[in-house]
């Protein structure tokens, strides 16, 4: 029988072999989420984690659409040519994401999340893209279609459409 402490050691060399030759655990996701988290928000954990769930719950939907490669093949690109410039990451990748969003697109289409993100981005100059959207869950489908239900205008709704959308979301699953 080995002894405890030598397996211990064994496996701290081991994975002291492994870091020094770049060997990694982690996914390509999870890199640029790191990348993003000390580059944008020095380093916050919070959003590092946060950030790392969603890669996690977009990865598992795009799965059941088909699109996982595309998701993976996007990732990658974004792993490696990750820039921070200032406060600001950048990528090089927007054939990959719009090939991604394209595939998004086309199988979320008469999603209550997609009818949602088409009114938003009336409201105001929309942003940059910075990524995939996020996954479009039983949850928060449910929650969006509360928002386009209860709100005469999604930019700006009132006081009492949103209690009632507030009410409506208590209805929704939980993620």
Known sequence: MVPTHALRTASALLASALASLGVSCASH???VCGDVGDCAFGGDSTFVANCKAEAKT???ELVTYGCDGLFDEYYACADTTFQC???TATFSCSAGLEALDGCIQDNERSTACTALAQQQAL???PAAPSGPPPACTLARDCEAECLLTNAANVCAPR???LDAVRTCTAACPSE
Request: aromatic share 0%.
């Open 159 to 161: 006081l009492d459409e």
């Open 58 to 60: 977009l990865r598992a």
């Open 85 to 87: 410039q200032g406060a």
């Open 29 to 31: 996701e999870d890199d």
């Open 123 to 125: 409201c105001t100059t």
